[in-house]
């Protein structure tokens, strides 16, 4: 018999995993504490925008035309506890108000909603990002509440997708990691997992705490490597270097890689950023702080970079900003993505705002999301109408579309010709050539 899935909370991770499932073969029932959210799913539409994620659910959602049905979703514990022999926890683990630490209130009042309803044998299966010692703690939890008792398991399987790419990655990953107690959990992991295994997928079984490391090791190396490439762009501004070539150059290195090493004003998102302080806060309760000391240049590298953004935006205004208008293009914390979490656009926009400019937004799809949270900020429904009567144009997020801008265009439109790049994925010379002043961030010559 197939197993039966459950998906509880179907925000980023949990709505592209419950359609991903669904996609696999499997019968799944999606739960989130959001009914709006819920509604929004049921009728077959996506509550956020994730390439590639209408269509799968298109294709599986109940009551959609042509539909597999093999996926519902509900806002009630009892129809999931009745359901499900998986149930896998995908709710949100902020950073706390003013403290590092991860806030593990939503993973806790998910665990203290469903075991107790837990009367059968099933199995929970964390896939949020959590401070190591939560899989175990969890497990306790579930075994005090759960009524079927030794007949529930837990088990952690961190999520390594990327917001742009989450299809693709959820159907294809590069690695499959399970922390588990017994062979019981693995057992079920490899039926849930069959196909992607099967296709090659590297599938890692460790335990605990181990599992729930591997994730937070892999945000933090990830990290390091984008905050070394800007502390690069830093030299290189000091000393009249390149650091795109530099990275280039390095990245020939088959040790080092091309990846990851895009100089600019830095990583954001809902995951990156809050990773690496509640890792720091997790190794500090366990007396193991001065192992990840130099996470804490990592994220103050990665923050300076917003500023040095400021500061150039001040400098390309003469000086001061009261009076200017900027333009800012990109709004996401990436492209091909509707979030804006710590999105390090949004952040250097809202500082100049602060500072005394007007300040005018455009982004593909980030355009509800910031305004609902910058709302003192102008919005413009094209590029074109963002960069009319600017003094500067900052380039913030780096959008497809924003490379295949006419600068001639917006030259027309600008009131000062000057752009900033703050992801250096423009082209210097057509810019130049259509009479900009161009800067861009760790290339002082380009
Ligand atoms: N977004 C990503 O790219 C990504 C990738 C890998 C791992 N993660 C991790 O996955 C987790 C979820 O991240 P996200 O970006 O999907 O967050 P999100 O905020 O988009 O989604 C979380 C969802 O959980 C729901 N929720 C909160 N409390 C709940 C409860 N008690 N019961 C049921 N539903 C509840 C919320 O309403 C929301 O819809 C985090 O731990 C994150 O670090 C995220
Ligand atoms: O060379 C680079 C690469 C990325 N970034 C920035 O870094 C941030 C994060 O990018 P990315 O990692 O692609 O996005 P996420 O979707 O947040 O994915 C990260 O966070 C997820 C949640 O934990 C993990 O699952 C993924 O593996 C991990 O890549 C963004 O602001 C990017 O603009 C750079 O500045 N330079």
Redesign the pocket.
Known sequence: MTLKLTVIGTGYLGATHAAAMAELGFEVLGLDIDPAKIETLRAGRVPMYEPGLDELLARHVEGIDGSTGRLRFTTSWQEVADFGDVHFVCVNTPQKHGEYACDMSYVDSAIDALAPLLTRPALVVGKS?VPVGSAARLAARVAELAPAGDAVDLAWNP??????FAVQDTLRPDRIVVGVRGGTAEKLLREVYAKPVADGTPFVVADYATAELVKNA??SF?STK?SFINAMAEVCEAAGGDVVKLAEAIGHDDRIGRK???A?I????G??PK?IRAFMARAGELGADQALTFLREVDSINMRRRSHMVELTREACGGAFLGKRVAVLGAT??PDSDDVRDS?ALNVAGQIHLQGAQVTVFDPKGMENAARLFPTLAYAPTALEAVRGAHAVLHLTEWKQFRELDPAELAGVAAERVVLDGRNTLDPQLWREAGWTFRAMGRPNA
Do not use: M, Q, V, Y
């Open positions: 990002t999520e390594f997708l990327r917001e742009g892999a945000n990830l984008i990851f090493l895009r600019g830095g990583f954001g998102g995951c990156l990773d914390f990436k390090p």
